[in-house]
């Protein structure tokens, strides 16, 4: 496959050089990094290659790279090198998902071997999803997206008609509502896609650095700037450049970073010099900017510019018909990712997660879905129910208990009148009482004839 690319990141200067012309020698495109985030920004969903990082290395180690890698794709192979004494370290890396790890000192073919299987099966991994998407399947997105209700049919159409275009785009949407997803997918079904994708926190920068940090500087722009030294914003340079709260960022930068989104330049401090930025922004909110505008905390120029297109990612609350199928595939890459056998959701724990209120969101489910995973109950939930009328309450826990059922069952409709102790035709009386279409939960051959 044309494009493969092996992101290598080493922090000794040395192995990463010799590492690296192995590789080149043995016939593989490599990039090479002396540091984790500039091959982290290069990962994405559809990432056509492989990283082989060291796993002692200062701030962000190999083990911490692999899950952040995982977290945007578990299906991207990480090749672990280690030191002599780390082999233990490395046996628990492979069963929390590394692919496969190689021991200093290492021989360069044994090297270009495990590569080589590891692009193989990555290959596969693409290729596969293509296939599964050319026959009607499922595609990446409504693997990233979860969800069947119309809110997030939307959105995944929204994405895939606004993803390719250059159009700057402003997310909204309450903590843990899958944000920074969306603006990957926006990145990665762009002609960008193969570029980096910069994510910066507007709400963690620190206010004596900020300029520095997005802006980059000169020599002596300052004590201490001993060197010059690039920007986020020129490191992002041909990609993407995620403004994660972008409400947070202090009123005296916006009027600097107006002109960047609206000129597409930047200058450095302590130089005159313009240089010109070929990049995408998308920014997030948790609330409506509007608000923000209104009490004169966010620019209304700035805002005009960044909401070209405005993407609203739907909180739980309006898409609980989706919770129950959420929180299935959530066990599942919870069960993967930590090397257990498939994890079971019995129909009663999912009628207890359709009950529950998830403030946190996506974010919240999974940590559930985690703990379920490995073998730890869910927590009772504290919902106060008093103030609904008892008919509401049957009518309420009826439906949940069907729609889990028919989860739990993968839609095969036999198990589910079994199991709920119904006829099969009382089944199909309460689904239509309740609207439930069991088309939303796959329909399966043996089904085909129960209509």
């Given at each position: 496959m044309s494009g493969e690319r092996i992101l290598l990141v080493d922090d000794e200067a040395d192995m990463?050089?010799?590492?690296?012309?192995?590789?080149?020698?043995?016939?593989?495109?490599?990039?090479?990094?002396?540091?984790?985030?500039?091959?982290?920004?290069?990962?994405?969903?559809?990432?056509?290659?492989?990283?082989?990082?060291?796993?002692?290395?200062?701030?962000?180690?190999?083990?911490?790279?692999?899950?952040?890698?995982?977290?945007?794709?578990?299906?991207?192979?990480?090749?672990?090198?280690?030191?002599?004494?780390?082999?233990?370290?490395?046996?628990?890396?492979m069963r929390e998902g590394a692919h496969d790890f190689v021991e200093k000192p290492f021989d360069g073919s044994q090297l270009a071997e495990i590569t080589a299987r590891a692009l193989a099966y990555r290959r596969v991994v693409l290729e596969n999803r293509v296939l599964r998407a050319a026959a009607g399947q499922v595609d990446d997105l409504e693997t990233r997206l979860v969800g069947r209700t119309n809110p997030m049919v939307d959105l995944r159409r929204r994405i895939r008609t606004i993803g390719p275009t250059d159009a700057d785009v402003l997310?909204?949407?309450?903590?843990?509502?899958?944000?920074?997803?969306?603006?990957?997918?926006?990145?990665?079904?762009?002609?960008?896609?193969?570029?980096?994708?910069?994510?910066?926190?507007?709400?963690?920068?620190?206010?004596?650095?900020?300029?520095?940090?997005?802006?980059?500087?000169?020599?002596?722009?300052?004590?201490?700037?001993?060197?010059?030294?690039?920007?986020?914003f020129e490191h992002a340079q041909g990609g993407t450049i995620l403004l994660d709260e972008i409400g947070s960022m202090p009123i005296d930068l916006q009027g600097k970073f107006l002109r960047v989104v609206q000129d597409r330049v930047i200058t450095r401090l302590g130089s005159h010099e313009i240089r010109p930025l070929d990049v995408r922004f998308i920014a997030t909110s948790r609330?409506?900017?509007?608000?923000?505008?209104?009490?004169?905390?966010?620019?209304?120029?700035?805002?005009?510019?960044?909401?070209?297109?405005?993407?609203?990612?739907?909180?739980?609350?309006?898409?609980?018909?989706?919770?129950?199928?959420l929180f299935i595939k959530l066990v599942q890459e919870a069960a993967s990712r930590h090397r257990r056998d498939p994890v079971p959701v019995p129909p009663q724990l999912l009628e207890e997660i359709a009950r529950r209120d998830w403030p946190g969101n996506v974010r919240e489910l999974r940590n559930a879905a985690d703990r379920h995973a490995l073998g730890i109950a869910l927590q009772p939930a504290d919902r106060p129910l008093a103030s609904q009328r008892l008919a509401?309450?049957?009518?309420?826990?009826?439906?949940?208990?069907?729609?889990?059922a028919l989860a739990a069952y993968g839609g095969r409709l036999k198990p589910v009148y079994e199991s709920l102790g119904l006829s099969r035709k009382t089944l199909y009386e309460k689904m239509q009482k309740h609207g439930i279409d069991k088309a939303q939960f796959g329909v399966h051959p043996e089904d085909s004839g129960e209509e």
């Open positions: 990463l050089l010799s590492t690296s012309q192995t590789l080149d020698l043995a016939g593989f495109a490599v990039e090479a990094f002396s540091s984790v985030q500039p091959a982290l920004d290069l990962v994405s969903f559809g990432f056509r290659g492989i990283v082989i990082t060291d796993i002692r290395m200062p701030g962000m180690d190999g083990l911490s790279l692999m899950r952040r890698i995982h977290d945007i794709d578990p299906e991207i192979p990480v090749i672990l090198v280690t030191g002599h004494g780390d082999v233990q370290l490395a046996v628990r890396a997310i909204i949407g309450e903590t843990g509502s899958g944000k920074e997803v969306v603006a990957r997918a926006l990145h990665d079904q762009s002609p960008r896609a193969n570029r980096s994708f910069i994510a910066i926190d507007c709400a963690a920068l620190p206010a004596n650095l900020i300029e520095s940090e997005l802006f980059g500087h000169e020599a002596g722009a300052f004590p201490g700037a001993l060197r010059p030294r690039f920007g986020k609330r409506p900017l509007e608000g923000e505008v209104a009490a004169g905390r966010f620019r209304a120029d700035l805002l005009y510019r960044l909401n070209v297109v405005t993407l609203t990612v739907p909180p739980l609350s309006a898409r609980r018909e989706d919770v129950q199928l509401d309450r049957v009518t309420g826990f009826e439906r949940e208990a069907i729609v889990a």
